[in-house]
C-alpha cells in the first residue's frame, strides 16, 4: 500500500482549530495537489505525517503504517517542509551524504539525486549561499535519497523562478508517471495547473473539496452563464430581481439562472444582450469559488 492516507485529524493550538476532521489520501501514480489559504492546515497536516507533532484525535498512515513505526523512513517516504532547514556551511552534497549515511545509503545515490535535480554545478558550494530555489531543489534531491514510493512537498513552488516552475511541473510529473503518489501542498491553484490529476482544496481545517482537476472545474462551471450587453445597469437588475445573482467580469456572469431564463427575461424587459454562453471555469476560479468562505485572513477588499 503505497500511500498516504490521512482520516479525522483534529488538532486545536490553545483556542484556534488548526485541524477540524482533515480527511483524504494521496494515492499511488498521481500527483495530488493540498491546497488551501493560508491557514487553512495544510504545514499541521504534513507535520503529523510526519509525526513531527501528535493529533488530538484521528490517524496519518504513510504505506499503511504510522510514520514513527517505519523501519527505513526515507524509503517509505520522501519528505521536505522547509527548504532552509540545512547547514549553511556545509556544501549541499555533504547535506546529502549526511542524510544519506543515517539512512545506510551510498555516495552513488547521493550523486544521482543531485544529478536529478539540476545542482550538479553547485552541488560543491556551500549551501548557506543558495537562492530560495536552489534549496528548494537540494530539499526535493533530499526526498528522493532513499527512492521512495510516495513524496510529499509543502509549498516547493515557493522562491522558484518561472524555468524552475515548468521543471518542477514535469519532474513531479514524471515521479508519478512511475508509479510514485506525489502529494505537493501549494496556496496559489494557478502553481497546479498541467501537474496535479487530483486536487484535495482545504479551508479551515478541513477538506473542502477532493476531485479529479476536471470534475472540479465542471462543479463550479455548472450554473453560471455569461452575456454581453450594451446596458449592463438595468440588464443586471431585471436579472437579479428575477433570482439570480449577477457579477460584472468581462461582460455579466450569471448564476442561479439558466440561459433559457435568461433569455425569457431579457426579453421581457426589452433589453438588448448578445454572445449567451455557459461559462467554464479556470482552475483559479474554481479554486477561489470554493475557499471564499474559508479565508482566513483576507485583505480588504480593493
Ligand atoms: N505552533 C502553532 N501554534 C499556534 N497556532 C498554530 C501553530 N501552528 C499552526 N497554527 C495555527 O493553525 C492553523 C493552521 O496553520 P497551518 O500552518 O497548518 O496552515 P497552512 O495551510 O499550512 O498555511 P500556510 O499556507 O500559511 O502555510 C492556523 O490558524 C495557524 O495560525
Not at 500527483?31 to 507535520?47: L, W
Not at 514513527?68 to 549553511?88: N, Q
Not at 445573482?245 to 427575461?265: H, M, P, S, T, Y
Amino acid at each position: 500500500m503505497t500511500s498516504i492516507e490521512v482520516a479525522e485529524l483534529r488538532k486545536l493550538y490553545g483556542g484556534t482549530t488548526a485541524l477540524d476532521g482533515m480527511t483524504f489520501t494521496a494515492r499511488p501514480g498521481r500527483v495530488t495537489g493540498f491546497v488551501g489559504p493560508n491557514g487553512a492546515g495544510k504545514s499541521t497536516t504534513m507535520r503529523i505525517i510526519l509525526g513531527l507533532q501528535t493529533a488530538d484525535a484521528g490517524h496519518a498512515l504513510v504505506c499503511g503504517r504510522p510514520y514513527r513505526s517505519l523501519r527505513h523512513p526515507l524509503r517509505s517516504l520522501g519528505s521536505l517542509l522547509d527548504a532552509s532547514a540545512l547547514h549553511p556551511a556545509r556544501s549541499g552534497r555533504n547535506h546529502l551524504l549526511w542524510l544519506a549515511q543515517t539512512q545506510g545509503l551510498g555516495t552513488r545515490r547521493v550523486d544521482e539525486v543531485i544529478e536529478q535535480v539540476g545542482l550538479a554545478s553547485a552541488s560543491r558550494r556551500t549551501a548557506g549561499g543558495y537562492s530560495l530555489g536552489m534549496r528548494q531543489r537540494l530539499g526535493i534531491a533530499a526526498a528522493l535519497l532513499g527512492d521512495p514510493p510516495t513524496i510529499m512537498l509543502d509549498e516547493p513552488f515557493n522562491g522558484m523562478d518561472p524555468e524552475g516552475i515548468v521543471w518542477l511541473r514535469r519532474f513531479l510529473r514524471s515521479l508519478a508517471e512511475q508509479g510514485r503518489a506525489v502529494l505537493v501542498s501549494s496556496h496559489l491553484m494557478s502553481e497546479l495547473q498541467d501537474m496535479a490529476q487530483h486536487v484535495v482544496v482545504v479551508g479551515r481545517g478541513r477538506v473542502i473539496a477532493d476531485s479529479s482537476v476536471a470534475e472540479l472545474i465542471a462543479a463550479v462551471s455548472g450554473d453560471r452563464v455569461r452575456l454581453r450587453t450594451s446596458t449592463p445597469e438595468p440588464v443586471a437588475a431585471a436579472l437579479t430581481a428575477a433570482g439570480g445573482q449577477v457579477v460584472e467580469a468581462d461582460g455579466l456572469v450569471v448564476r442561479r439562472l439558466a440561459a433559457e431564463q435568461i433569455v425569457a427575461v431579457l426579453t421581457a424587459n426589452g433589453l438588448p444582450f448578445s454572445e449567451l454562453t455557459p461559462h467554464r471555469a479556470t482552475l483559479e476560479e474554481a479554486y477561489l469559488d470554493l475557499t471564499g468562505e474559508a479565508v482566513e485572513y483576507r485583505g480588504a477588499p480593493a
